[in-house]
């Protein structure tokens, strides 16, 4: 039993201080950014209850040790499954399809939705299947690293024929976001991840050259009605001006909302264009307007300081199944900050996915909190197992 | 073993822990360079974009073109009324309106609007005043329910005590506000807008956005219940909402929503003026441009003589009231009037009239005269002896027997009274229903011997029809109204073929009167169906408003068909209808053989039921004069005029005709007179009084 002091001394303060900077951020861009919202609630105070509700969520994930998570990493990653299963068949009555996409729970707390959990218990399960793995063939070959490669692969692949029928493609690219990260990070051989990253690498150039120059030969192949839309969304990326559609239209207002920005921004509730959704998805354009390039560098940075901060506690542990979560919240956390600051500077085409810890929402605040939570837990609990290894040395 | 092993992961762990965290680095330094390539290098640019402002053109109506009736008498215009409007900026909160509306409220009061708003409406303003009503759900059903079953619930959960609260004028105001198109100055208040009102806001302008004072056009008619075919002015009704911003209106503006008004919308209407509206990203707007000025919608000059028209509708209400106090009239309520120029297919005078009985009230059924067919009667003879002609089973003079004609199987027809042999001239002179039926007998084939079978071929109905469709009867005039009927054909069983020879004499198929005005007008003119035409002229607006503009288009007679009689058949049929009315025995005798403008016509009684199945008969009468250089043709139909076989003495129909007739030689004699006064100059003022006088 530790004391109370080992126990402050334990916790994770820097982290719980990047999280309330968050927090504060949220607070503020979310106030303001509600303002252009059709909607009646007032996401400001919803948020509040969100970050709340994350703290108990960091409270309860400390309660388990690593070692627990370890035991338990299969069952939960079954229990995700589950949920994405009985989502897809569950009635409109308790998921009611949003914007055409299966993607939620209707809950007394709120919508819900699996799949922003999925994520974690994922990263679990496969920290716990690299670490047996490499248990188990001890020395590696190989055979033994395409072997783990195709195990992770179908790990991935089970709940991303799920998320795909939801159908939602920016958390499906999450995953995928997910298991490149680990992958790399499992330590297989570079022999095999150099030409499998590279062959995919060439196979997704080839498509997009073929997407702009020879788009006929795609759209034939397939199929007139579901490359039409795809298309569209590519197009409207690349050309905003010439393919007015939704999206296209959402990004130019992005754009001119984060240029007009510019160094200083214009200052709070100073935001001068109409962007719809600015409260989940286009958080970053209230940041990167009333606050400008300063302001949302500050940001960026901060996300950079989170990862560097995990980093730290993955490179600290000595165990690697918790380096290889760390990796995977890192992966994830990555992906959705590129993706969902990218889509908003035309870097990348616009997506569905929420900005972590700022985009107002339940089920990804939850979902990010709980990630975070294991890492207080690794750090919260790894020093008695660094002592314990120190003493098995 | 546990060391090798850790020693083997930390070989591959931390480096590529570090690789990881290398690409992470990259991907967050992009985003860093591409913000700065966006909100610095690009920033001004993009600055300057937000700054530029949107560009919107908004139209605004323009004044709805005038409505002349033939001489040139105003009987549709504009007159100016003050008017409140509010034009909205693009995205307008709620809030906003709101505050708008309560300080608008202070200062006018919406009169009968405030009656107008419904329930939800009064329901929502009431959510809206009162933080959203969230005191009416508990925080659970907040939980478990999404934003619309909340708003649903809180609806739901409204009470009569909580609605009593709003103000009523407010939600008037409120409503008018929400539903103001973006940067569309739409009317808040335009109707009885008094000076004090006009005043108040106008002081208070700078305090309310969006608001403004104005002049806005109202539709007034001169002869308010005269001539209701030229048809009314509304707002966009709902159903045809689509059909009409589709068109490029504005929700909020104002189109004819009947017969003639609606008929000629495309070319009352005119051109909206355009306005360029200049906002910036926030929706103020920053500047207004006129793109281009619009252009008042053409006047229309009607061929209707409202005058005409005016006491048309006058006497057939004095009629209808005549004739009701006969005995057997029970079923009588209503009569027809069509006056047309037959030379010309100009139509003066399109009148109906109902009696509602229990509110000894008079409605306008002047639809009725080209919705509303019945069964004729007589009037068609002139049909039938032409077809005889022209199918050659009679010629001019040829001379048939009227006696009882009995079939075998209970087959009857007979005349009014039994006529012997006569001409064709006679048989339209007194009536005669025998040579008729003898006529459209031998067109079928048949013979009659008295007590014999009839046999004919029922099927020579359609070739009979095909005739009287040359004259415009069981076919559309071409008036151009959407609900034209075309009459109703009667069917000729194989067990009845009794039913072909009445149609002879128009007992079988039903016309509308402008059908049978149609139909006069084609024996009067010579054989040429003429399109019935209601629009004279269309001319440029006018500048000045004692002037006319100058004619855009001017109709030319429309003839749809010639008939294929010989024209001197026609004018044969012609002298039978002068006997009709001049004629020793002439059914009509008795009304006009003593008219000064010589008029020739038909009279017609028609068998048939009331719409509540009683057995009635129909009085009608076609005519027009003068005989030798036709100038006004007349259609009069009175429709259940008495109950079957209780003839009353009172012929409305021939009366209504005389009393139209004489009504509008005397207006043709009035005007010339008054021509002839105002061609001299040097009449002076008082004589010209003294003339008028004299009429």
Sequence with gaps: MENNKTKMERFDWTLAFILLLFFIISCIAISSGQTDSRYDTNFFAQQIFWYGIGAFIIAGALLFDPDQYKKLSWYLYGFGLLMLIFLYFAPESIARPRNGAKSWFNTPVGSLQPSEFMKTFLILAVSRLIVDHHQKYIRKTLK?????????????????????????????????????????????????????????????????????????????????????????????????????????????????????????????????????????????????????????????????????????????????????????????????????????????????????????????????????????????????????????? | MKKKQKRKKKSHVPVRMNILFFIVFLLFSVLILRLGIVQIVQGENYRKQVEQTDEISVSSAVPRGEIYDRNYEKIAYNTPRKAITYTPTINPQPKELLEVAKKLTELIDMGDDKEKVTTRELKDLWLLENNRGDEKVTEEEKRNLNDKEIYQLKLSRITEEDLKEVDLNLASIYWKLYRAPALTPSIVKNEGVTDEEYALVSEHLSDLPGVDITIDWEREKTYDKTFHLLGSVKNIPAEKANYYTSMGYKLNDRVGTSYLEEMLEQVLQGQKSVVKTVTDRSGNVVDTEILSEGKSGYDVVLTIDMELQAEVEKIIQEEILTMIEYPNTETFDSAFVVVMNPKTGEILTLAGKQYNREEKDFIDYSNGTFTYAFVPGSVVKGATVLMGYETGVISAGTVLRDEVMRFKGNVTISSVSTMGSITDLKALERSSNVYMAKIALAIAGGTYTPGGPLIIDTSQIDVMRKYFAQFGLGVETGIGFPNEATGIKGTVKATEPGSLLYYGFGQLDTYTPIQLAQYVSTIANGGYRMKPQLVKEIREPNTNSDELGPIVEEFKPVVLNRVDMKEEWIDRVKEGFWLVTHGSQGTARYYFANEPYDLAGKTGTAQTYDGKGRRTENLTFVGFAPYDDPEVAIAVVAPNAYFEGTRSRYSIANVISRRVLRTYFDLKEKRMKEDVEQSDTSTTEDEEINVTEED
């Design chain 1, 144 to 393: 033994s690293d395409l072997f783990l490669l195709v195990k992770i692969g179908v790990t991935f692949l089970v709940p991303l024929i799920f998320i795909a029928l939801q159908p939602d493609l920016g958390t499906g690219l999450v995953y995928i976001a997910i298991m490149l990260g680990m992958i790399l990070v499992s330590g297989i051989s570079w022999k095999i991840i150099l030409p499998t990253f590279s062959i995919a690498a060439i196979i997704g150039g080839v498509l997009i050259f073929i997407m702009l120059y020879l788009p006929h030969l795609l759209q034939d192949f397939i199929g007139q009605h579901v490359g039409k839309h795809a298309f569209e969304r590519i197009y409207s990326w690349l050309d905003p001006y010439s393919y007015p559609s939704d999206e296209g239209y959402h990004l130019i207002s992005s754009l001119q909302a984060i240029g007009s920005g510019e160094i200083f921004g214009k200052g709070y509730m100073g935001k001068e264009v109409f962007i719809p959704e600015r409260h989940t998805d286009f958080i970053f354009t209230v940041i990167a307007e009333e606050y400008g390039f300063i302001g949302a560098s500050i940001v960026i940075s901060l996300y950079f300081l989170l990862i560097y901060h995990l980093i730290k506690i993955a490179l600290e542990t000595k165990s690697p199944f918790n380096a290889y979560i760390i990796a995977g919240i890192i992966s994830m956390t990555t992906f959705h900050v590129f993706e969902n600051i990218g889509m908003t500077i035309q870097l990348l085409p616009i997506t569905g996915i929420p900005l972590p810890f700022l985009s107002y929402g339940g089920s990804s605040l939850m979902g990010n909190m709980l990630a975070i939570g294991i890492v207080f837990s690794i750090k919260f609990y790894h020093k008695k197992y660094m002592f314990s290894s120190e003493e098995d040395e």
